[in-house]
Every structure is written in C-alpha cells, then in structure tokens.
C-alpha cells in the first residue's frame, strides 16, 4: 500500500483529536474536515481543507448534507490498482481518501437523558458518519478506518514509523466499524420503535451489540471459553481481589438485585450462593443483619457473595472475615472495613456504582440454535395494597412485616421456591426443586440444622400451592401465615386447609418464578 496522501476526520468526540491529527500532518497527510472538527484541528495551529472546498459544493441544510459526495465516497470506495476505476476518478477529479476518522453524533447519550424530546432525538441521528464508516471499511484493503479514539495510538505508531498502515489492522478496525454502525442503528431502531409504538413494544427485530469489557480465564467450567461484554464497569468498580470469574459475575449481580429490593430500608446483607439467596438479614446495623443472615445456613456462605445496602463498616467486615469469601458488594466500604478486607487476596470487593437492575427493564436468554428469549425484568415490588386477606384470620402486624419481608426475597430464589422467615431474617430456604413439597421439607431440614425455631414463621410460595399439602407442611413445621400469588383450582382447598389450622394467608396475584 502506498503512504497516506489524504485523511478525512469528521468526529463529535474531539478527545485525542489534536495529538492524532499533528502525527498526520507530520507524515505529509493532507487533512480534510468538516465543521467543528476543521475549527479544532485550526485552533491548533495544523492546516486542514474544509470538506466544501475539495468537493466544490457547500454544505448546506443546517449541515446536514455535506459529506454525501462523489468525491468523498468515490476517492473512499474506488479500487486502488483497478485499471477502469482509475480511469473514472481520474476523469471526474476525484482524489483519493485514505484516511477516514468519524465518530458518529451521540444518539444513544441523547436518548439516556431522562425525558429527552423526539426531536432531539431525531437530530442526533447520524447519516453522513455511518455512510463514510461503510465505504471506508468496505475498501479496507486500501482504505484506514478508525471509529474510536481508543485506537488512535495503534493507527499513530504504524503512521509515524512508515506512513502507512499495515492490512491487519485496517482488516481489525474495518470489523469494529460494522460491529459500530450495527450497535448505532439497533440504539435507534429500539428507541424509535417504543417512541412510536410505546415503551412495551416488543421489536420486530432484535439486534444485541455490547464492546468486548474483558476476556475471562474460561465460563462455568474450565474447557469453556468466555468473555464479558457490555457495560459492567459502569455498574460495579473492582477495590481488590483476583480477576472476577464468570460464576462470580452471575453470582454478584443476582445477588445485587437482591439487595436493591432493599435499597433505602433499614439495613440489610443477603448472602448468596450459585445465585440463591441463603440467608438474608435486617438489623440495627450491618453486624446485627450479618448476624441474622448468616444464622439462617452456617454451611452454605463458605464460598459465597455477600450485598449489603450500607457502606460497609469495620465490625460487619469483620464478622464477615471469620469465614471465606468469593465477592462483597457494598455501595461503599469504610475505610477501616476496606484495609482489613484487603488482607484477604483471595477476596474480591466491589463497590456497587449503581444499580444494574435499575439501569435496565428487560432480560434476554439464549435458547441454542441462534434463538433468544426476551422478556421485561420482574420488578414488582409487592406493598400492602395489593395483598388479599383470603382466611378467617388475617394476619397480625408482625406477620404481615414478615411477609413483605419474605415475598422481596422469595422473587429471587430459584423455582419451585419454598421461604421460612421472620420479619428480620430467612429462616429457611428451599429452591429449584421439582416438587414445592420438596422445596419446603428442605427448608425446614436446613432451618433444623442451624438450629432456628419456625414457629410462630411466616411461609412464602413464589407460586401457587398447587395442593394443600405444601401449606400443611408448612403449619407443621410451624409457621403461622402464608404468602403466595394464589390462582390454583385448588385455592378452596389450599384456604380450608389455612383455617383449619388457624392460619393467616394472603394473596398477592403476582407469581414470581425463576428459571
């Protein structure tokens, strides 16, 4: 290939724009540009052609036509070495364009804004950006493309020693185009798409693109490969500990959406494990739920993910040292806290930036063969409107904080999901069996074990008692209220089952499963 003649750049993002810019000029580049882009590359001293003066026709329409020309994508898309093509540039006065830099006006930033107004949506939608973008990557055997200032270093240093760049990296920069445009045009496909038709529109088309955030060692086991995509580290900033495994991040951001169901509240520390909540505790302060948490299984945290919804203070942490553990989130950690957790390598610390739950509504799931499921996230947060009272007994003020209490924890459980609790604390946790019988004997095993007393416990279903001997199980066990979305065909039964035995039960009318 041969050196560099001429380079387009056109960018919204000017960081880095100058440096790169004067390593152009300083190997003979002529530079042509376009608006605010021209004035920065003027401001600094370096000389620059307006983009009107090499196609001899003016921008025009607010700036809106102005690189959609013969000899922008011309000198772009004609092969070098093409006898015909040649010929045709030579003709009409096209000269050639080497070099394109374009990132493209800030759609997605735009629609982020709360409250942002369809026009100014529609303005920072991109035509001439995207259009450059393409021809020059589609003619990447002559043609360099960059669409991230990230990679202005790689494209300088290949410039700067022999004013040129080799094929590889214009074939790695000319994939990282289209990877670019798609995620473009799918951001304004998506928004336009619930602003015209409503923000539960399911879209005809469902186009996912995420940057590469890091390389994982291997995925749930060690001959799978695996990688994280998207925008992790906006959510969560590792403070210590090994590099976070793939089990680990499923495992912490289940276990942050746990504890965003309590964000604001009293405080409260969920200890997860393999994504299941295994014990969860309100208290005064972290160490009183610390205490309570970790009282509902004394087994299962060994290994295990640890949220809570306060900065993390020095006696919670070191409660929490006493025993190994994979990750703790926490919004923030003392500064005490964080020295005496460091001394743990092994141990990983995370501060929650905000909440990822917060920041999106739907869940999307591979089903093998190219295919997806996509739903809304299950963000109801249940409140004492929506319960029906459907025994003689309703229940009393105690049991009633137990179950608002308990139905925030059991949505995060897998199904059939089976909880024992007070209104503090998990008392007993049975999940992912086949049978919600099952799932409850196991509870009441696992709260025998830790050696916790339900009597007096309040039980809750993530779905409906599909016969009454779950919830005689559960009266046996001792619990005195239940809790669950109610709509089997044996609901009389299930009720006559709850007087009898002198209990309070609600319906919520909402199921929670978890798959």
């Not at 009107?52 to 011309?74: A, I, N, Q, Y």
């Not at 995420?210 to 060690?222: F, I, S």
Request: charged share 20%.
């Amino acid at each position: 290939m041969p050196r560099l003649q001429r380079a387009l750049l056109s960018v919204s993002d000017k960081s880095g724009l100058v440096p790169f810019a004067r390593t152009l000029v300083a190997a003979g580049v002529e530079l042509l540009s376009t608006g605010g882009t021209a004035q920065a590359i003027r401001e600094a001293g370096l000389p620059v052609r307006d983009i009107s003066e090499h196609t001899g026709f003016p921008e025009m329409l607010d700036g809106r036509v102005k690189t959609l020309h013969p000899r922008v994508h011309g000198g772009l898309l004609y092969l070098r070495g093409n006898p015909v093509h040649e010929a045709t540039v030579r003709e009409h006065g096209i000269l050639p364009i080497d070099l394109v830099v374009v990132n493209l006006y800030p759609f997605e930033a735009t629609v982020a804004k709360p409250g942002v107004h369809l026009h100014d949506a529609i303005e920072n939608i991109d035509i001439g950006g995207p259009s450059m973008l393409r021809s020059a990557a589609k003619n990447h055997e002559s043609v360099t493309v960059v669409v991230d200032p990230a990679d202005y270093g790689m494209v300088s240093e290949q410039v700067a020693a022999a004013g040129e760049t080799t094929l590889e990296l214009r074939r790695t920069l000319a994939a990282k185009v289209f990877a670019r445009t798609a995620a473009y045009d799918a951001a304004i496909a998506a928004h336009l798409t619930r602003e015209f038709s409503g923000p539960e529109a399911v879209l005809p088309n469902l186009a996912v693109s995420a940057p590469l955030a890091q390389p994982l060692r291997y995925g749930e086991n060690p001959h799978q490969k695996a990688a994280l995509y998207g925008k992790f580290q906006e959510y969560f900033q590792q403070l210590h500990g090994k590099e976070l495994s793939y089990n680990n991040i499923l495992d912490l951001t289940a276990a942050a959406a746990l504890i965003t169901e309590f964000e604001g509240q009293t405080p409260t520390l969920a200890i997860l494990k393999h994504t299941n909540p295994c014990g969860v505790g309100r208290g005064a302060d972290l160490h009183e739920a610390w205490q309570r948490a970790f009282a509902t299984d004394r087994q299962a945290p060994f290994g295990g993910i640890i949220a809570v919804n306060r900065p993390l203070d020095l006696a919670c942490a070191k409660a929490i040292a006493e025993i190994f553990s994979e990750v703790i989130i926490a919004p923030e950690f003392e500064a005490d806290a964080l020295e005496l957790l460091r001394q743990k390598k092994n141990l990983r610390l995370l501060k929650m930036l905000r909440s990822p739950v917060a920041a999106g509504s739907h869940d999307l799931r591979s089903v093998g063969a190219e295919s997806y499921l996509w739903q809304q996230r299950d963000l109801k947060i249940t409140t004492e409107a929506d319960l029906k009272v459907v025994t003689q007994r309703a229940p009393s003020p105690a049991e009633l904080e137990a179950m608002l209490f308990g139905w925030r924890v059991v949505k995060h459980l897998k199904s059939n999901a089976i909880l024992y609790c007070g209104a503090q604390a998990t008392l007993g946790v049975g999940a992912g069996q086949m049978s919600r019988v099952d799932s409850s004997r196991i509870a009441v095993w696992k709260a025998g074990e830790a050696g916790l007393d339900l009597k007096g416990s309040v039980v809750c279903s993530d779905a409906f008692f599909p016969f009454a001997d779950g919830l005689i199980a559960a009266a046996q066990a001792g619990a005195t209220a239940a809790i669950q979305p109610g709509g089997s065909v044996r609901d009389e039964e299930v009720i006559r089952a709850a007087n009898e035995r002198g209990m309070a039960m609600v319906f919520t009318g909402t199921r929670h499963f978890r798959h």
